[in-house]
């Protein structure tokens, strides 16, 4: 019942569930939800099957995450700025031929940030296999035919953002630590405040005299 003086509850309970009942049904049902979902699977393999050996995911930046409250958080952003594909040695055009996510609108207002991606950018050079042009001969960087017989195509999120360890740090507690009386601390502190103010206009007054 409610309470106090609030609005006397008048929900409507009587949705149309079935075909069988007169009118339209009111009520979206999501009844093929597992062949929808094997539907989405044999198309993710497919389409990895189509472009292999190159990974299914694009290299994605490493962002700080909005906002005051979560701006400590670091997540994967949409895509790397221009100054850092430039600062990295790349072009936008290029970047987005070997699997490497652009974003023009995005900009790096942090150098830390900026550093880290471009550290990205150049780790994931180091490791990337570019495949010559059918009919052509391997140019300068591109891989050999040794290297093409050694790929692999990655499945999951590239170089996915490396979490620091949750392990506990032990340490020993020593004479000093136990001597050293955190409360204590804070009232000889908060004492020494207090008469700092006194403490001056006595010097003051001295040296006046």
Not at 95 to 117: H, L, Y
Request: proline share 4%; aromatic share 4%; glycine share 4%.
């Amino acid at each position: 019942m409610v309470k106090h003086n609030n609005v006397i509850a008048n929900i409507h309970c009587k949705k149309k569930w079935h075909d069988s009942t007169r009118g339209p049904i009111k009520v979206k049902l999501a009844l093929d939800q597992a062949s929808r979902k094997k539907t989405r699977r044999l198309a993710r393999a497919a389409k990895a099957a189509a472009i292999a050996p190159r990974p299914l995911q694009l290299l994605r930046p490493i962002v700080n995450a909005p906002t005051q409250r979560y701006s400590a958080k670091l997540r994967l952003g949409r895509g790397f700025t221009l100054e850092e594909l430039k600062a990295a040695g790349l072009t936008a055009a290029y970047a987005r031929t070997v699997g490497i996510a652009v974003d023009s609108r995005r900009s790096s207002r942090s150098v830390e940030a900026m550093e880290r991606n471009v550290a990205r950018l150049n780790e994931y050079k180091s490791k990337l296999i570019v495949f010559p042009k059918k009919g052509a001969s391997p140019k300068a960087g591109e891989a050999t035919k040794e290297e093409m017989a050694a790929a692999t195509q990655l499945t999951g999120t590239l170089m996915p953002i490396a979490k620091p360890a949750d392990e506990i740090v032990m340490a020993e507690v020593t004479e000093e630590m136990k001597s050293n009386v955190a409360y204590t601390q804070m009232r000889v502190a908060r004492q020494e405040t207090r008469v700092a103010g006194y403490r001056v206009a006595v010097q003051n007054r001295k040296s006046k005299e």
